[in-house]
């Protein structure tokens, strides 16, 4: 899929936000964002990838990180406000009503909310998973990808090293995988 010929303004990049957020309460907004952009055609997945790779990669919460890259990417400085602020606006209020009911109770949950919330967390990796098999294919096909993503999990998973030394290795290594190359 190539991307759109039309910009989308800051409004629709909020309206996509919201509906995202919206879509991605209990988690799995990357995942609902890659969909929204892709069915709107305002992203490749490859630019997806790249966004997606770089939002996880910068300090703070992931969800604000992928808004505000991809609204800055899109539509700008403002296309960033936007999107940060409609991705942000649905969870902070459904956050308010739920402070508000269980205000004053004694703090447990009901049984049936706790069934319902460990359904939604086996639902939300699922989605979580949706985001990220597309960044491992796209990862995969670059050179040198099956590797770094071998031994990256093979640190992470398998060996449970630090995650700042492991990152600072295979971006050293990825940065010499594709280091410009001098023509003839």
Same mark, same amino acid.
Request: charged share 10%; glycine share 14%.
């Given at each position: 899929?190539?991307?759109?010929?039309?910009?989308?303004?800051?409004? +629709?990049?909020?309206?996509?936000?919201?509906?995202? =957020?919206?879509?991605?309460?209990?988690?799995?907004?990357?995942? $609902?964002? !890659? &969909? =929204?952009?892709?069915?709107?055609?305002?992203?490749?997945?490859?630019?997806? =990838?790249?966004?997606?790779?770089?939002?996880?990669?910068?300090?703070?919460?992931?969800?604000?990180?992928?808004?505000?890259?991809?609204?800055?990417?899109?539509?700008?400085?403002? /296309?960033?406000?936007?999107?940060?602020?409609?991705?942000?606006?649905?969870?902070?209020?459904?956050?308010? +009503?739920?402070?508000?009911?269980?205000?004053?109770?004694?703090?447990?949950?009901?049984?049936?909310?706790?069934?319902?919330? &460990?359904?939604?967390?086996?639902?939300?990796?699922?989605?979580?998973?949706?985001? +990220?098999?597309?960044?491992? !294919?796209?990862?995969? /096909?670059? &050179?040198? /990808?099956?590797?770094?993503?071998?031994?990256?999990?093979?640190?992470? /998973?398998?060996?449970?090293?630090?995650?700042?030394?492991?990152?600072?290795?295979?971006?050293?290594?990825?940065?010499?995988? $594709? !280091?410009?190359? &001098?023509?003839?």
């Amino acid at each position: 899929m190539t991307p759109s010929e039309t910009t989308p303004t800051p409004l +629709a990049l909020a309206r996509m936000f919201v509906g995202v =957020a919206l879509a991605g309460i209990g988690g799995g907004l990357p995942a $609902h964002t !890659r &969909r =929204a952009l892709l069915a709107r055609g305002w992203m490749t997945e490859e630019g997806f =990838a790249e966004t997606f790779t770089l939002a996880q990669l910068t300090p703070g919460p992931n969800a604000v990180n992928l808004a505000a890259m991809v609204g800055a990417r899109l539509s700008g400085r403002l /296309g960033a406000l936007a999107s940060v602020l409609g991705v942000l606006t649905p969870g902070l209020l459904v956050m308010l +009503a739920v402070s508000v009911l269980t205000l004053g109770g004694t703090g447990d949950l009901s049984p049936t909310l706790q069934s319902a919330l &460990r359904g939604a967390a086996c639902a939300a990796l699922a989605v979580l998973l949706t985001a +990220a098999l597309p960044v491992v !294919r796209v990862g995969w /096909g670059v &050179r040198g /990808g099956p590797a770094v993503v071998g031994l990256t999990f093979l640190a992470l /998973g398998v060996l449970r090293l630090d995650l700042l030394p492991v990152l600072l290795a295979m971006v050293g290594a990825g940065l010499l995988l $594709h !280091r410009p190359r &001098r023509s003839g």
